[in-house]
């Protein structure tokens, strides 16, 4: 198998994922911020024109961070990032779809519509009205997000999981491109300190070394 790399935070969190994992898988790396991604070359390998992308050993592609750690925890099921039981996989999806579709897709987007907008402009159809928007209702679901948030420590209790990844990587993000959150949360702003001080963390922010 062949990982396709790239600086940004959805191969950030296939990377987070690899290491928490214990995986090691060859990698190239996509050059995103020169627009590599979206060249006729990349678009043979993903017509989406993102990453990060998996090559399987029969040559064919899966796109999506999201599909590519379900399949790798098939192969790979122990740690068990998603679950190890029906019940497991089921809570680790229910918080990974509160976690995407009301918090980080908000954050993506104002990024895509804010700061990134000199790059994305020629990329993406864009809305620079919407982004103060989108920041603010990406905060107000954090919040609403914070509320839900059970005895912990992470968002499936005892277990960490996928989901965790997914929340930090992108919080991590939006702290650094002018959507901080607020760490007075009572349950979020704990729980991002427990997120940042595993070893996976800072390690995800370095890209894969090449094949």
């Not at 935070?9 to 995986?23: D, H, N, W």
């Not at 907008?117 to 989108?134: D, H, K, N, Y």
Request: include cysteine; aromatic fraction near 10%.
């Amino acid at each position: 198998m062949l990982v396709y790399d790239a600086i940004s935070p959805a191969p950030r969190c296939l990377r987070m994922f690899l290491l928490e994992k214990g995986l090691r898988l060859p990698a190239v790396t996509v050059d995103v911020m020169r627009g590599e991604n979206r060249e006729p070359a990349w678009l043979a390998v993903n017509p989406a024109g993102q990453t990060p992308a998996l090559r399987l050993d029969d040559g064919s592609v899966l796109a999506e961070a999201v599909a590519i750690a379900e399949y790798l925890e098939e192969l790979h099921p122990a740690p068990a990032l998603i679950g190890a039981t029906p019940q497991q996989r089921a809570l680790t999806r229910q918080w990974w779809r509160r976690v995407e579709l009301n918090v980080t897709e908000f954050i993506h987007n104002a990024f895509h519509y804010a700061e990134g907008l000199p790059r994305f402009t020629s990329r993406i159809p864009v809305a620079p009205e919407a982004a103060a928007g989108l920041k603010r209702i990406a905060q107000d679901r954090l919040a609403w997000l914070d509320g839900l948030f059970g005895a912990g420590p992470w968002l499936c209790g005892e277990r960490f999981s996928a989901a965790d990844i997914w929340l930090y990587v992108w919080l991590d993000f939006g702290a650094g491109m002018n959507q901080p959150f607020d760490r007075a949360l009572p349950n979020i702003g704990p729980w991002f300190a427990r997120m940042e001080a595993r070893s996976s963390a800072a390690a995800s922010r370095e890209l894969l070394a090449t094949a």
